[in-house]
């Protein structure tokens, strides 16, 4: 399997030791295109996210960028990166998790956390009286794209897709279904396709956000994450809207803890 574009790896050692239960080549186990704002401690919350390292004292140690089936030995230097100012935003190449005591091989395990891919209503032309009524219920609330700005009175209603937040079925399962505030539609509707569970977005943005390649961080001032190397929508904020704050406050932060940074960092 080919590697993922990222300028910023993180790899399970080979256990050159020999123990039966460690691993005979090493593992890229975390990563991502850093665009330069990322911070140490930013980085050590997606870890913690996503990975379970069987010993409680370790770190991550930088080897060379070109290194990409790194032992022990390969480090260019002792300092656990993790262990640095926190606010300082963490250097892009390579890095390895150690024992930061002796600097040796740990066996690391990726969480059972998974991604959920998002359900994709592209536009309003549908035949689906539901979808319809979903899309229409969005735009009119949302009136732009929340991420490019973009106005739907400025553009082709073609243009803009409604992205679901969470998979209804997770929306479902966290109770979040006791929020949805829909006015004016039949309740059944409301309770199918809420739009406090929906964004209106671009093709561009939908079609990233579909695939968790950008996130929206509500901890953050809505800030915009975008995985992608071309990083196209990396430091934007997401527009405000006419939706309850509290409300997609909930919904943003169970899919951002949940899903968004397990994949984009750890899923090989």
């Known amino acids: 399997m080919s590697r993922r574009i990222r300028n910023v790896s993180v790899f399970m050692t080979k256990d050159t030791a020999g123990d039966s239960i460690g691993s005979v080549h090493s593992k890229e186990i975390a990563g991502f295109w850093q665009h330069g704002n990322v911070k140490i401690g930013q980085f050590r919350k997606w870890l913690d996210l996503c990975i379970f390292v069987a010993e409680s004292e370790w770190g991550i140690y930088p080897i060379a960028t070109d290194n990409v089936d790194p032992s022990d030995g390969d480090i260019i230097s002792d300092v656990d990166v993790l262990t640095q100012d926190p606010e300082q935003v963490l ?50 609330r949302d009136e732009r794209c929340v991420i490019t700005g973009r106005l739907v009175s400025d553009e082709e209603p073609v243009l803009f897709g409604a992205a679901h937040i969470l998979p209804v079925a997770l929306f479902d399962a966290k109770g979040f279904e006791s929020i949805a505030t ?40 809505y800030a915009v994450t975008d995985f992608t190397k071309p990083g196209e929508f990396h430091g934007c904020r997401m527009y405000s809207t006419k939706r309850e704050k509290s409300v997609i406050e909930s919904v ?5 803890s949940d899903t968004t940074i397990n994949k984009r960092c750890c899923e090989m």
């Open 182 to 221: 829909d006015m004016g539609v039949p309740l059944e509707d409301a309770k199918l396709d809420p739009v406090s569970n929906a964004i209106l977005l671009t093709p561009s943005a939908h079609t990233l956000y579909h695939y968790r390649l950008i996130s929206i961080d509500p901890d953050n001032d």
């Open 252 to 256: 943003l932060s169970t899919c951002s």
């Open 91 to 140: 250097p892009t190449g390579n890095y390895v998790v150690l024992n930061r005591e002796k600097l040796k091989h740990v066996e690391v395990y990726l969480s059972n956390t998974h991604y959920e891919r998002q359900k994709t209503s592209p536009n309003l032309n549908t035949s689906d009286g539901r979808k319809s009524s979903f899309l229409r219920r969005v735009r009119k």
